[in-house]
């Protein structure tokens, strides 16, 4: 180990400096220690989830129904609403949803910016094969029809270790800011938890910002800028002490072209060993999403709507017409409220990928892990150099997967954001998130998290 002074740490210092609001206190206590009680979670301590101060010595279901034993009718709700199964076909319902994220999902605290949903991201994020309508949950005032509430869940079946489940994940948990604190978040994931047990399916994957009852696993999110100018003058980007514009600019810049050789998009004929890959590479991690031939068509290659631009992948291609490795990420704007000369903010959050370079080898295998390490650098910085030229302005990477081997390296900047992933009903022992346990810095030294699924 180098000592704390060195050059270089202070150059990734200065990087993980480059976001203002992210900017870590190296006293901060460890990010999944509980805000409260377990009494204190009146709702959470009520649902089958692991106890915060709970040994956890068998993994499995904690409470086993059947599909009889559920409720039949929709829980009740105050006569003024009325549940709603949005209907992500029709333009209607999806404007809705589009405004009722827009205004009331997660915003930074001084409301500069917002997620920019587009009706591609969300054809994409809730109609993966197999979603069902039942799951697109919402509440609406009965005399106006608003959309006041949603909570989406879509098909996602894991493994934990060596077992494999049928789960949902469950996402975009959003209460209109005028009805909030008044228990409609607990009502809608009681209600979507009914209508996923109507189906026999017992169990969910979902993450949050919040500590929850009790955290599986706990990743750090990073990000490399790409555009720092525009990120300054967003006021998303600050300038580090002892810095200067042109010295930032200088430090983050990337080139034009891709470097990896046989690098091209994914095509459609690529599917199957897209698929293969992917199959192969998972048993790396504890965590993971199974995923069919069908799946990896939907949410690797973006399915049959090649226009929109939320999911890319690309793929390598050897002399034999081999493919060896892929990489994806996604691409979900924000837009930047009262900003003179700018209005939107490109952001690109890395996605699945698998490379043959790990495929088999163990992430405590020095050799390969290095090796690893070397091929994933080439892959990531590629798929950097795609999305500058498709003017993304920030690309976001978690801790999870393999991604301790390249965040420092490639310039990633480590946030204050942390995003912890929850099991509904299942009790599993946790799982490396890609954080030092102490210091909440990421894993060095070629350690890596075992968490192998990506939410969005
Ligand atoms: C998250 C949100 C739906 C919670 O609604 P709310 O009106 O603040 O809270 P409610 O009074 O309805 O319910 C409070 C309960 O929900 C729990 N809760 C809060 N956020 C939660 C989350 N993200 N996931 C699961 N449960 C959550 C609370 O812990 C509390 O339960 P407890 O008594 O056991 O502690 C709301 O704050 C919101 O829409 N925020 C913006 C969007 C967002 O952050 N979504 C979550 C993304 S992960």
Sequence with gaps: MSDGNSKEQQAKKSLADLFK????????????????????????????????????????PITIQTVDDVRKEPYPIHSSFEWVLLDLESEHDLDQLHELLYDHYVEDHDA?????????????ALKPPGWKKEWHLGVRVKETGKLVAFIGGV?????????????????????HKQLRSKRLAPLLIKEITRRVNLHNIWQAL?????????????????????????LYECGFSSLPMGETKASMVAKTTISNQTKTS????????????????????????????????????????GGDNQDGKVIHAYIVEDENNKITDFISYYVLPFSVLENPKHKELGIAYLYYYASE????????DAESQELLKKRLKSLVNDAMVEAKN????????LSSQ??????????????????????????AAHISGGIDSKTNEFLDNNKVSSVGVVML
Excluded at 275 to 296: G, H, P
Aim: net charge negative; aromatic share 16%; proline share 6%.
């Design 402 to 427: 393999d991604n301790t081997l390249f965040l420092d390296d490639l310039k990633f900047g480590a946030g204050d954001g942390f995003l912890h992933y929850y099991l509904f009903n299942y009790k």
């Design 21 to 60: 609001q992210m900017v870590v206190d190296e006293k901060e206590p460890s990010p999944a220690e509980p805000p409260k009680s377990m009494d204190e979670y009146k709702f959470w301590k009520t649902q089958p989830v692991p106890r915060f101060d709970e040994e956890i010595e068998k993994e499995g």
């Design 206 to 230: 979902y993450t949050s910002g919040t500590v929850l009852p009790k955290p599986l696993s706990t990743c750090r999110y990073g990000h490399r800028p790409l555009n720092w100018t525009k």
């Design 155 to 175: 098909p996602g079946d894991l493994t934990i270790r060596n077992n494999d489940i049928k789960s949902v994940e469950i996402n975009f948990l959003c209460v």
């Design 112 to 124: 500069v910016f917002r997620f920019a949903y587009s009706k591609d991201f969300f054809n994409w």
């Design 262 to 301: 046989g690098w091209r998009k994914m095509e459609e004929k690529d599917v199957e060993d897209v698929y293969k890959l992917y199959d192969a590479w998972k048993s790396r991690y504890e965590i993971t999403q199974i995923m069919t031939i069908e799946d990896i068509k939907h949410w690797i290659y």
């Design 357 to 364: 370079a790990g495929i088999g080898k163990s992430p405590n």
């Design 390 to 397: 498709q003017k993304i302005d920030v690309f976001n990477a």
